[in-house]
């Protein structure tokens, strides 16, 4: 079946410095893959998304680009703030049920 | 302002009781979705309905059901609640169509004693 895997968290950074969150997936065929930021309290919001191998999915200074050879998903900041500190969520769309397959979230907290 | 609205915000439930979760959205999406979130364990889908009058078993369905008999509602039912069905429960939808990135609800807390 579909999965998707994330790297543990947390992870701490200090403001402006770049940030990788790793994120690789197991699927039949080509998925769309996307991002959602989870802020505390609050539900998920779509942070990017990319469709087709090679596609670079890109939003409020975040990108992450389909990688299909490395089945891989990794979401990039060059620079991080503070308010960037939420959880992370790479997905998967599973194409039959047309659901979304998640990972189990990496939290970003980012020190001033 | 669009979008999807949960109801109870929380709820505390004793173990045995029915509660049924209210989920409607104003985007006139044709699927939507139940997830359950837990500690460690990401989101895992529930059920989910592609178009009003169908639903469909997710991951995780045993002791949910759900019934889609309009576009915009979508209520997850716990016929006998157990305390493992301590969580956060989102909805969420998507145009469908091809469009199929996900818009989710705020969330309810539920906690089964």
């Known amino acids: 079946g579909n999965s998707v895997t994330q790297m543990e968290g947390p992870v701490t950074l200090s403001e402006e410095a770049f940030l990788t969150i790793n994120c690789t997936y197991t699927a039949t065929g080509y998925p769309s893959l996307f991002w959602y930021v989870q802020y505390p309290g609050e539900g998920l919001q779509l942070l990017l998304k990319?469709?087709?191998?090679?596609d670079k999915g890109s939003n409020k200074g975040f990108e992450a680009t389909y990688r299909k050879e490395t089945t891989s998903f990794h979401l990039e900041k060059g620079s991080v703030q503070v308010s960037d500190s939420a959880v992370y969520f790479c997905?998967?769309?599973?194409?039959?049920?047309?659901?979304?397959?998640f990972g189990s979230g990496t939290r970003l907290q980012v020190q001033p | 302002i669009a979008g999807i609205t949960q109801a109870p915000t929380s709820q505390i439930l004793a173990a045995g009781r029915r509660m049924t979760l209210r989920c409607t959205q104003d985007?006139?999406?044709?699927?939507m979705y139940w997830y359950r979130q837990d500690l460690g364990l990401g989101l895992r889908l529930i059920h989910y309905?592609?178009?009003?009058?169908?639903?469909g078993k997710g991951e995780v369905p045993d002791g949910y059901s759900v019934s889609r008999a309009n576009t915009d509602d979508f209520p997850l039912t716990l016929a006998s609640a157990v305390p493992s069905q301590t969580s956060v429960y989102f909805c969420?939808?998507?145009?469908?169509?091809?469009?199929?990135?996900?818009?989710f609800g705020p969330g309810t807390r539920l906690t089964v004693t």
């Open positions: 997905a998967l769309l599973d194409t039959g049920r047309r659901a979304l397959t």
């Open positions: 985007m006139r999406h044709n699927a």
């Open positions: 969420a939808s998507s145009p469908g169509q091809g469009a199929y990135e996900q818009y």
């Open positions: 309905s592609n178009t009003a009058g169908t639903t």
């Open positions: 990319a469709t087709k191998a090679d």
